[in-house]
């Protein structure tokens, strides 16, 4: 659609050709202690990495720069509280042992994962051969999705196993919840890209 090939065209400008997307798990919080409202999360510490960071702030959430393989043992040692993060990994690496709730809103469902080609190379190539990969992704991305969805529901009941449990916001703080994070991602796009915001919003449908 129009969303899409805007994007294309962007990345052409920085010498990139956008081919498609190749992972789909949305964002949670996890946490170490029930929470019942969205203000329970207020003055928490919690792990964060740049694509979150602005919204823990808008959520009161005192967010802590932590490397990936030290987010085990800042939990363990109670520097954190919890973390931003998607179903697959969390489990596998311990985290839970320290986190045993989740808020069960997801967020974030486009991943920050995409296939790009070099465009100097790309445009070298034969169009036949262009046709083909384009039309490989193409096919790929449906069957990428419904492999994780499948992946993410399997992995949901292993969790439970461990005694995760997911906490479920009312219907009002579950519109509050993505409000805020929808609008913290257009804050960081205005303060960094504020000529193509309006656009987005427009192709995005929110103007």
Known sequence: GGLWDFMVERHKTIGMMLLGTWLYDPFYLYVNRPIEHLNDLKGLKMRTAAKYDKMMKKLGIIPVTVQFGETYTALQRGLVDGFGWPTLGPRQWGWL???????????????????????????????????????ITIKFEPEMKAYFEKEIEKEKKEMAKVGLKRIKLSDEETRQFLKIASDAVWEDLSAKVPDVVPTLKKLMGYE
């Open 97 to 135: 042992d320290y986190c045993k709730y989740v808020i069960d809103v997801p967020f974030y469902t486009r991943q920050n994962t995409f296939i790009v080609f070099n465009l100097k190379t790309w445009n070298e190539l034969p169009k036949a051969v262009q046709d083909k990969i384009l039309d």
